[in-house]
């Protein structure tokens, strides 16, 4: 199952609520598969969420 990730139109000052990183960059609505959670997350975490522990290593990555 594919978490839904969804771009927050404005990049503000934030805290990624799953690594802990604050910083002024795009963040993320994170929607987990299993349980109805619902998380900020930065664009590294959003990656490592969507295309697995390898990111940008992995082949769909890559192709997308």
């Known amino acids: 199952m594919i978490p839904r990730i969804k771009l927050i139109l404005k990049p503000e000052l934030k805290k990624c609520k799953m690594c802990g990183d604050v910083?002024?960059?795009?963040?993320?609505?994170?929607?987990s598969p299993f349980k109805d959670t619902k998380l900020i997350i930065c664009k590294k975490c959003a990656i490592r969420e969507y295309y697995g522990t390898k990111a940008t290593q992995s082949k769909k990555y890559k192709k997308d």
Do not use: E, L
Not at 23 to 31: A, F, K, L
């Open 23 to 31: 910083g002024n960059t795009n963040m993320y609505d994170y929607i």
